[in-house]
Nanobody
């Protein structure tokens, strides 16, 4: 199992940008697909984006497609989420997660390791 630590959250105005990072410990980062999920207050955790082990496949939720971009640096054991044109409805705690499933899984049940989350707040 990998340990995950997110960073990069904060307060930003609508239309602004943030880049989230997720640093993974352990030597088998390359054996994991990586995902980003978010949970707004009072709502269930939802899928945002995922990237396969070798970055060959990427998935985005419809709500962030065209605005967010996921990437990974396997040499640095880090996955990123570049968030552009942020909207107030993007406000949530963002979680990084790791999965041994193939491809770029979109379900929380596919993931076995989770970070502690980082708060993103978008003001209108």
């Amino acid at each position: 199992q990998v340990q995950l630590v997110e960073s990069g959250g904060g307060l930003v105005q609508a239309g602004g940008s943030l880049r989230l990072s997720c640093a993974a410990s352990g030597r088998d980062f390359i054996d994991h697909a990586m995902g980003w999920f978010r949970q707004a207050r009072g709502k269930e955790r939802e899928f945002v984006s995922a990237i396969s082990r070798g970055a060959l496949t990427i998935e985005y939720s419809d709500s962030v497609k065209g605005r967010f971009s996921i990437s990974r640096d396997n040499a640095k054991n880090t996955v990123y989420l570049q968030m552009n044109d942020l909207k107030p409805e993007d406000t949530a705690v963002y979680y990084c997660a790791a999965s041994r499933a193939l491809g770029s899984p979109v379900f929380t049940s596919d993931y076995n390791s989770w970070g502690q989350g980082t708060q993103v707040t978008v003001s209108s």
